[in-house]
């Protein structure tokens, strides 16, 4: 059974830099693409970025491009999202997801078999 634990969230002040951890248990992590949503609150859940199986390719969303990085550690299991230049609007809830893949491309924002329960960010001004 896939399990998929966020960790790294918090309060954190605008212009601060942070990074999530996504670890994955009871399967071949190289098995999978990985990506990252988050949630803010009143609104939609929104793609945030994805990464290949390889970790050699990655996807993020048109509007986020710039300030978010996301890679990988397929020893340890963990994927991982770090956030530069934090503001008050990257207040939410932060999910990472799996995808059973045999293609060697970042995912993008559908078919995600398994998801996490989430890793609250604040930023305050």
């Known amino acids: 059974q896939v399990q998929l634990v966020e960790s790294g969230g918090g309060l954190v002040q605008a212009g601060d830099s942070l990074t999530l951890s996504c670890a994955m248990s009871?399967?071949?992590?190289?098995?999978?693409?990985m990506g990252w949503f988050r949630q803010a609150p009143g609104k939609e859940r929104e793609f945030v970025a994805g990464i290949s199986r390889n970790g050699r390719d990655t996807k993020y969303a048109d509007s986020l491009k710039g300030r978010f990085a996301i890679s990988r550690d397929n020893v340890k299991k963990t994927v991982y999202l770090q956030i530069h230049t934090l503001n008050p609007e990257d207040t939410a809830v932060y999910y990472c997801?799996?995808?059973?893949?045999?293609?060697?491309?970042?995912?993008?924002?559908?078919?995600?078999?398994?998801w996490g329960q989430g890793t609250q960010v604040t930023v305050s001004s």
């Open positions: 997801a799996a995808k059973f893949t045999f293609s060697s491309f970042a995912p993008n924002d559908r078919g995600y078999d398994t």
């Open positions: 009871g399967v071949t992590f190289s098995n999978y693409a």
